[in-house]
């Protein structure tokens, strides 16, 4: 099958590199799976008590999915390398390809070491640039559940607009919460190029 990611780049950024997963990559991110936050922010998890005292290593059927991810033309999985210390702090995604609408979703984690540091953001307007200049995609979507503001303000300094919202879509501890509907059209990222905001 052909898909729009069939090369995998390697994205570099002033403090971030994006590359496809080593296996030292693919090491670390057992214990960022295992991350309390990342476990609650992505919604891999219903519960608190759930994200304690998951195991730091990854299992062979997770590994192995991390594995082959450089053989999937229809996706693009990127270790999220911290460029200050050469280790993978997270990852960075475009999955769920449709050829037909030129189209696909975005989604990014990162674990503890690379929190609160502008990392997310530069990734994340490093991918969009790619698939912008190298891929036909027209259209760049993702959803952010409501309770996680930081990362909608990562897509948001990236050029991703908020179109709505699912209400009630994901339960967390008992409560119901909204997940927020983010996209980026081509035309968007061409137009921001040739406007750039004064700063």
Known sequence: MNGPFELKPTLRGDRVEL?????????????ILADPEVLRLTGSVRTSAETLHQSATLDAETRRWYETRAEQPDRL???????????????AVFNEWSEADQSCNY??????????RGLGTEATKLMVDYAFSATDLNRIELDVYD?????????????????GRKRQAFTFDGTRIDTVVMSILRQDHIGAALHPTQG
Do not use: W
Not at 19 to 31: E, K, T, V, W, Y
Not at 77 to 91: F, K, N, P, Q, Y
Not at 107 to 116: E, H, N, Q
Not at 152 to 159: K, Q, W
């Open 19 to 31: 590359r496809p997963f080593q296996p030292a990559d693919i090491d670390a991110m057992g214990a």
């Open 77 to 91: 999985d990127l270790a999220l390398i911290d460029r200050s210390t050469g280790h993978c702090v997270g990852e």
């Open 107 to 116: 989604r990014t984690l990162i674990g503890a070491a690379g929190r609160d």
């Open 147 to 163: 309770f996680n503001p930081r990362a909608r303000h990562v897509y948001e300094r990236a050029g991703f607009t908020y179109e």
